[in-house]
């Protein structure tokens, strides 16, 4: 039996007319386990229409009514957050205890949202002129899309929605069709919680689905989040037709450890932050940059951690013969654990040092589960592809550096700029890192440096196009846009004098 995953718009499931599905895997299995809809232009235009229909008397609703739907909605997830991370597992592949982890930063995010009443208060200025008084305000853009990557499947659109929605917005959220089952399982949660039919609604599809929300006219602004090339592509297009974007790319992570480091903690960090959901995750370290007075010690402590991990079906638990969860699961799909594989082997062929192979990894799971060990590669050089390509996989690459300087200068010239970390006991030498380096979030002794929900999450350089961060601050000003109104009431007892006058007030 395989389930149809569908669209969710008017507060209901809804089929939609196209003829089109994807097959939807459980990586741990290789099976597949149902088939998603991938909407054509008509039935996009209809879930688009179903957020237009439901957005004013949303914005016009009470903030405190607002609130009031957000907090029952942080409750009903809190509670069930365990039924959600089943179904995330189940489709993407990570292990329950990481799926768990995903909904609590997502959950955050749906915290910071409750709040809204105080963060969308204006300013007021009283007599800025005669009689005159200014104040300004934040209202809802309208019917925002949300265009998510297979990663997170819960946590990226919540990054998000949550904000979008406490402003006074509707949306529409277009999952990866890889794991799409999270999002209408959020939409019907948003529906216990109380929201308006038509103010959560989620579009299934590829492209034709991603087109139609970049040039509809009634879609106001477009947050994505996922590979480099679809976000600069989402980036212009959207951009061309009128819309406010945000849209987060891929990345490739430095993690630098300096010769004072205290080397266990940094070779523990370098492999929970390399390895963790099987290296699928944009703050995932993949370039371990050591200075070479201790690369020989840190490469021995990274291989000797590596080696203890368990991969398997993430979904399975402890059972009578693993007394533990296993570590990290599988990969999403065949064709991305077979463009791991490749790449494992481009970076032999280069030369680098392949001191832990993964593609034969015994995994405890399905003989056809998408599955790749923990691969350590040592000596990598920049110009070899494991560095210059986002890998997206468990493949941790150690390059060695002189110096600090050469590991600023390395990740400075990356093309990406999403996270970066440094390991050392230094505070000058950590301070100087956090200035030097050209990189939106930044982790000192921390290796996966996600910002809290009240602080905004993004990248520089190719890791984002557009201005404007998740989350956070940034995120309520990007949901929203400001008027600012100056009035003069007139007052009968010192009516002013009148009269023309041309000149510029
Ligand atoms: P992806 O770019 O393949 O897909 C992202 C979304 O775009 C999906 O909803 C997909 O259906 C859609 N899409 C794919 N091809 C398209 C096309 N040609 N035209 C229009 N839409 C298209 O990304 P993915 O493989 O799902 O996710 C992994 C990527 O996401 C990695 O590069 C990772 O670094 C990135 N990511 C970045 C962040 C961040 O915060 N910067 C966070 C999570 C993931």
Known sequence: ?????VHWADGAEFAGTSELWAEVTNPATGKVSGRVALAGERDAQYVIGSAVKAQEAWADTSLARRTQVLFAFRELLNARRAELAAIITAEHGKVLSDATGEIARGLEVVEFACGISHLLKGGHTEGASTGVDVHSKRVPLGVVGIISPFNFPAMVPMWFFPIAIAAGNAVVVKP????PSAAVWLAALWKEAGLPDGVFNVLQGDKVAVDALLTSPDVAAISFVGSTPIAEYVYETASRHGKRVQALGGAKNHMV?????????????????G????????????????VDSIADDLVARVAERT???????????????????????????RAHRDRIASLIGSGEQAG???????RDVQARGGSDGFWVGPTLFDNVTPDMEIYREEIFGPVLSVVRVPSYDEAVKLINDNAYGNGTAVFTNDGGAARRFEKDVQVGMIGINVPVPVPV?????GGWKRSLFGDTHAHGTEGVHFFTRGKVV???WIDPANRPAGGLDLGFP
């Open 1 to 5: 039996m395989t389930a149809n995953i």
């Open 176 to 179: 990866s069709e890889k794991d």
């Open 257 to 273: 450890v300096l010769p004072d480091a205290d080397l266990d903690l940094a070779a523990d960090a370098a492999v929970s932050a």
């Open 275 to 290: 390895y963790g959901s099987a290296g699928e995750r944009c703050m995932a370290i993949s370039v371990l940059v050591a």
């Open 307 to 333: 080696r203890t991990l368990l991969t398997g079906d993430g979904g399975a638990g402890a059972t009578a013969d693993h007394d533990r969860e296993a570590d990290m699961g599988p990969v999403v799909t």
């Open 352 to 358: 680098a040092k392949l001191v832990i192979d993964g």
């Open 453 to 457: 929900a009240y602080y905004s999450f």
């Open 486 to 488: 100056t009035s003069r």
